[in-house]
């Protein structure tokens, strides 16, 4: 039997007068691969603010592994197993990659509250940060400033802080904008590989990228769900070409 | 730690050491003020300087504890041993309550914590029955502890010379712990910490008592340096003058707020005896500081050995 990871009814999320969100239900299987896709202004990175807390939604519900989480902040959904990275790569400047990852290892544990011993003590969360670092091909990096690398590096960093906070469904909104081909490719292997126990969910613009690790796919249109399907029903739907692709 | 800088420490910390054997008293004196305030300086930049607050009310809990010292000694007869801990338990149980005001952000915050210093500077100018109004509270002696008394001004200066020595090396400790890289991250993505599992209010709230509790130990430094406190240590220019010296000194660093300190402090004594409007020079140092080294002299000092070692290999 599937458990579900994810649940969401009716979500709507209205700025002003504008429903960027459009009473979107999405039911996601735990250990699935969804990659949601839809033109821009689709409501695709609302739509995932909704979902991981950083905004709140006008109405609708969000349950993650049947626990309702539609009003809990954003750190307890953070605690609950729901990690995410941005579309704007949000990583800590002035910190080096140690540093950042070292944030990302002690978030969802106490010792992030502790005053009187150095971070540099804690040999695990070092072991573990230089081990993270070299899975997303950054090793030999840790004692670097993050605003010194490059920035398919930092897209790489954003990838390594989103797994280290032990996510059970993993949020990616457009891990490879704005990367090279070759940047591209790395990250999306990158993410092929990642354990299977983990349910991804990922906003991705480059339809090869996305059909690519797509077990299913939603598309977004307006704010509403305009279709659900495999990669190949996505591929060969004539109304996703219209609005996706625009008309040909 | 470097060579060179652990050196440079050795000798701060040995002209410290000899300062009241080879200056006069009124160095001394000085002095003794520049280490109170530098630490004041310190607790401010705690908030400013790692989780980038920029808190206008520290004033507050450094005269509430200077006042809770004062009026236990003078007019219930306390001892230290009970009268320094109070003061330091009244500064931080305000800061308890003012830390609310880690719920706003940016302008917001500034201007709450700018209230907040209003209230506590109304309360100790108007409520005179208690805290004797604009004469404030006078003849504070020196501390005492069972037999160890200090009884002198040299005997105080080395007091709060090992005082501030202990803050710093515990205040180090505290900048390299998780929590205190956690304020670090809070200052260069509040969204994405909350998105890595930190309760960011949480930790800004934590944040804002304990440098509240520094403040307040600043305090008791003070009232028993200066033997009586009145509404002035409460008002607006002490909490802008110790923002502005962990800002001229260098911020998020330890050294720089102290060295903000003995600038501010210096160059007003030593202005004041020839120029009557000395606030306007304090002024210009702090727009010249903001505009062509926002580090601070730590920072200018950086900068200088940056060239040096440039000069050099090149």
Same mark, same amino acid.
């Given at each position: ?69 539609? +009003? ?5 959904r953070t605690a609950l197993g729901m990690g995410r990275t941005f579309q704007i790569t949000n990583v800590f400047p002035d910190l080096t990659l140690g540093e950042n990852l070292a944030l990302a290892i ?47 590096? +930092? ?60 077990? +299913? ?32 | ?133 604009? #004469?404030?509270?006078? #003849? ?85 340096? #200066? ?41 007003? #004594? ?45």
């Open positions: 039997m599937a458990e579900n990871a994810l649940r969401i009814d009716e979500l709507a999320k209205v700025f002003g007068g504008l429903a960027a969100v459009d009473g979107v239900s999405l039911t996601v299987p735990a250990g699935e691969r969804r990659v949601l896709i839809g033109p821009n202004g689709a409501g695709k990175t609302t739509l995932f603010h909704c979902i991981t807390g950083t905004l709140r939604p006008t109405r609708g519900s969000v349950k993650l592994f049947g626990r309702d989480v539609t +009003r809990l902040a954003e750190y307890r002690v978030g969802t544990d106490r010792r992030k509250w502790v005053l009187h011993r150095p971070m540099q003590a804690y040999e695990g969360v070092r072991n573990q940060a230089l081990e993270s670092l070299e899975r997303v091909g950054l090793a030999g990096r840790a004692d670097q400033p993050a605003k010194l690398v490059s920035y398919g590096e +930092r897209r790489q960093l954003e990838l390594a802080l989103a797994l280290n906070t032990r996510p059970r469904v993993l949020f990616l909104d457009e891990p490879c904008a704005g990367l090279s081909p070759a940047e591209r490719q790395r990250i999306s292997q990158m993410i092929a590989g990642l354990p299977r126990d983990i349910t991804l969910l990922m906003i991705e613009h480059d339809m090869d990228v996305a059909l690519g690790l797509a077990d +299913r796919v939603t598309v977004l249109h307006q704010g509403r769900v305009i279709l659900e399907g495999s990669p190949d029903e996505v591929r060969a739907n004539a109304q996703v070409r219209d609005v996706y692709f625009g008309h040909a | 730690m470097e060579k060179a800088r652990i050196a440079l420490l050795l000798v701060a910390l040995a002209a410290a050491l000899a300062l009241p054997f080879t200056a006069g008293p009124f160095w001394t004196g000085l002095v003794t003020q520049m280490y109170i305030f530098g630490l004041l300086a310190l607790s401010v930049d705690l908030l400013l300087g790692h989780a980038g607050l920029f808190s206008l009310t520290h004033a507050s809990f450094f005269a509430v504890s200077a006042y809770t010292v004062a009026i236990l000694h003078v007019r219930y007869d306390v001892p230290t041993a009970l009268a320094a801990p109070a003061g330091i338990l009244a500064g931080t149980l305000l800061a308890l309550v003012f830390g609310l005001a880690v719920r706003t952000r940016g302008v917001y915050f500034i201007l709450i914590t700018i209230a907040f210093g209003y209230v506590v500077w109304g309360v100790a100018h108007r409520w005179s029955s208690f805290t004797g109004g604009d #004469n404030g509270v006078t #003849n504070v002696p020196f501390p005492a502890i069972g037999a160890a008394a200090i009884t002198s001004h040299t005997q105080y200066y080395y007091l709060v010379l090992a005082a501030i020595i202990v803050c710093g090396l515990g205040y180090r400790v505290f900048m390299r712990s998780p929590f205190g890289l956690g304020l670090r991250g809070i200052k260069a993505s509040e969204s994405r910490m909350q998105s890595l599992g930190f309760r960011t209010s949480a930790h800004l709230y934590a944040a804002f008592v304990l440098s509240g509790a520094l403040a307040s130990f600043a305090g008791v430094l003070y009232v028993y340096y #200066n033997k009586f406190v009145n509404p002035v240590a409460a008002s607006f220019p002490v909490s802008v003058e110790a923002a502005l010296m962990a800002i001229v000194g260098g911020t998020g660093t330890i050294i720089g707020p102290f060295l903000g300190a003995a600038v501010v402090l210096g160059l007003r #004594n030593w202005v004041s005896s020839f120029f009557e409007m000395h606030a306007s020079i304090m002024g210009a140092v702090f727009i010249a500081t903001v505009l062509w080294a926002p580090q601070g002299l730590v920072g200018i000092a950086g900068r200088i050995r940056a060239r040096w070692r440039k000069a050099r290999r090149g």
